[in-house]
């Protein structure tokens, strides 16, 4: 399909200078506080969204309709967009297309200059962080002010995100109250770690701040196509002050949000608050279609981003990565994020979707360690409400990996002579018995039923945990000994 956006580069969703998946994560692991505050934060979520998804006899139904209008919506991607360019356009707003982060950070950089502004006030958006964003504006000496409470402690903290929902997730209490102490100006001193009290003082803190700006960024939800209006779904209600207060709102779009209808959207409001938050109806949908004289932002522009998604839809299997909601309910019920978070994966989308996402969107070679970052558990295809088989995806992208890996190889890796070793023993019965007898050795090595230390290059298996010992009898000499030897 075309998109009127030729040869569109991929995306940049690695974040520059992390360490690979492995590397990162083995040093998430020795944080026993950052676990403690994962392990608290994941189960709370996973019990509310349990508890309001047992709630619906249909869930099972609404997780297939969500399915199939994502299916239906990007097998006719091209057509929705022009549809929803023309609906916008009709109705006051201008729509603009980015190619990749590179053009969108021109565009908003632009449009803001052209308002003469140099504050803005920004929406929760992880398609703002994906193209880096904020310190694109940085450099052009505009300052964003994230609005949301969770990225307002993460920009004060001058840290990253680590979870989609909860973007400070890995961090408790006491930790905000100092990040507010240190960084936020008027800030009262005797600031407890309250909710009430931290809560109240990022209320202060943004109030000013709302009421001043001219200019709101946002991402969007969801669209529709079939009447051009954009919709935001948030909790704390800073979302509805960004999108209604400033003259100018600037929304930048991943260009597989769109839904074709408000019949569709339906669907979606019943599955991302229960999928999410673990609320039945998240408090604040905001809902625009162009520009109204008189009420909300005068002057509205839509960017509409490619950065590396048409180079997903291209990919039949991988293309299932782009139903995704945003929900985070993946990442909530995932053993791997629970134990290391959202920073050890390196990349904006953390987690099982961040797993398969990101390396589709900046080329499996620059995030190849994440397909790998996953013990295929499943658990997050039974929580998905869109109904992405992420092991599928995972088990794809370690494929495309291997053979990518080959073909920009002269000589076969240590992997590939050990898998050409292997298939030629399983290649014949005599040889495979002959193998089997043969690891009897290890029986030697092993202590307690397990073998703790291999040879190299085994040992990359045994540095990360341990083997049971081959056992004394082999299943083929069972078989003869059982049937065979009887008969
Ligand atoms: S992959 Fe599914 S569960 Fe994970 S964030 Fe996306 S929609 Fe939610």
Redesign the pocket.
């Known amino acids: 399909m075309s998109l009127g956006i030729p040869n569109a580069p991929r995306g940049a969703g690695h974040l520059r200078g992390a360490e690979p998946f492995p590397v990162a994560a083995r040093a998430a692991l020795a944080n026993t506080q950052l676990r403690r505050n994962l392990g608290k934060a994941t189960a709370t979520i996973r019990a509310k969204r349990a508890a309001v998804v047992a709630e619906l006899p249909d869930w099972e139904e609404l997780r297939a309709a969500g399915e199939a209008i994502k299916q239906h919506t990007l097998a006719h991607l091209d057509r929705y967009l022009e549809q929803l360019e023309r609906e916008v356009t009709a109705r006051g707003g201008t729509v603009h297309w980015a190619r990749d982060s590179y053009e969108a950070g021109r565009l908003v950089t632009g449009l803001i200059r052209e308002t003469g502004a140099t504050e803005a006030v920004k929406v929760k958006s992880i398609v703002t962080d994906e193209i880096g964003l904020n310190e694109a504006l940085a450099q052009a000496g505009i300052t964003a002010h994230e609005t949301d409470l969770a990225e307002l402690i993460v920009q004060l903290g001058h840290d990253r995100p680590s979870h ?1 929902l909860v973007p400070a997730i890995h961090r408790n209490r006491a930790e905000i109250r100092e990040i507010f102490l240190r960084e936020m100006a008027g800030v009262d001193p005797g600031l407890t770690d309250t909710p009430t009290a931290l809560t109240e003082a990022a209320r202060r803190y943004l109030r000013r701040r709302f009421l001043s700006a001219r200019v709101g960024i946002s991402g969007a939800n969801f669209a529709i196509a079939e009447t051009g209006t954009l919709c935001v779904v948030e909790s704390e209600g800073n979302g509805r002050m960004c999108l209604t207060l400033p003259e100018t709102l600037i929304t930048v779009m991943g260009i597989e949000k769109l839904i074709p209808s408000w019949r569709d959207l339906e669907v979606f409001l019943q599955l991302l608050p229960r ?1 999410s938050t673990g609320e039945r109806m998240n408090p604040y949908t905001s809902m625009w279609t162009g520009v109204t004289p008189g009420d909300g932002p005068q002057r509205f522009h839509l960017i509409l981003l490619d950065n590396g998604r048409t180079a997903a839809l291209a990919d039949p299997v991988g293309r299932q990565a782009l ?9 909530n019920v995932c053993p791997v994020y629970e134990r290391v978070g959202g920073h050890a994966y390196g990349s904006v989308y953390p987690g ?2 961040g797993a398969v996402l990101s390396p589709q969107l900046t080329g499996v070679e620059d995030n190849a360690s994440l397909p790998y970052a996953s013990s295929l558990c499943g658990a ?1 295809y039974d ?4 109904r ?1 088989d ?1 092991p599928s995806l995972l088990v794809h992208l370690r494929a495309r990996h291997v053979e990518e890996a080959a073909d920009d190889r002269r000589l076969p890796s240590a992997e590939a002579v050990m898998m050409a070793a292997a298939s030629w023993v399983m290649a014949s019965p005599a040889r495979y018995a002959a193998a089997q007898r043969t690891s009897r050795v290890g029986r030697v090595l092993g202590r307690r039923g397990r073998l703790r230390r291999l040879p190299p290059p085994l040992s990359a298996w045994t540095t990360a945990r341990d083997a049971p010992v081959p056992p004394a009898q082999t299943f083929r000499e069972w078989w003869v000994h059982e049937h065979e030897g009887q008969a």
């Open positions: 989609i999928s139903h995704c909601i945003r929900c985070s309910a993946c990442l099982p979707i997050c929580a998905c409400p869109v992405i992420i």
